[in-house]
């Protein structure tokens, strides 16, 4: 299993931006589809955006879609999120998960390996 750290979370007012970064440990990562996903307060976990080796995306919801924006950097290990227009309603704890040789689903079983989350407060 691949290791991975999430980092960027933060306080933010309602429409602004924040960019979450996940590094992954190991030398495998371009074998790895990503995926970002949060956990608001009382709610389940759900998938925000995936994206698999080749940088093919998919998004969750369409409320997201014209804000967030999911990229990798294979060279660097590192997947980022970067999130525009930010609402109250993006007020969760974001995690990105790794699915050795996915096709980069949303389907949130097929990810086998999590980091620990990073906070995203929204205030209006």
């Known amino acids: 299993q691949v290791q991975l750290v999430e980092s960027g979370g933060g306080l933010v007012q309602a429409g602004g931006s924040l960019r979450l970064s996940c590094a992954a440990s190991?030398?495998?990562?371009?074998?790895?589809?990503m995926g970002w996903f949060r956990q608001a307060p009382g709610k389940e976990r759900e998938c925000v955006v995936a994206?698999?080796?080749?940088?093919?995306?998919?998004y969750n919801e369409d409320d997201v879609k014209g804000r967030f924006t999911i990229s990798r950097d294979n060279a660097k290990n590192t997947v980022y999120l970067r999130m525009n227009g930010l609402k109250p309603e993006d007020t969760a704890v974001y995690y990105c998960?790794?699915?050795?040789w996915g096709s980069g689903t949303c389907f949130m079983g097929r990810y086998e390996s999590w980091g620990q989350g990073t906070e995203v407060t929204v205030s209006s």
């Open positions: 998960a790794a699915d050795l």
């Open positions: 190991g030398r495998t990562f371009s074998s790895y589809a």
């Open positions: 994206i698999d080796w080749s940088g093919t995306r998919t």
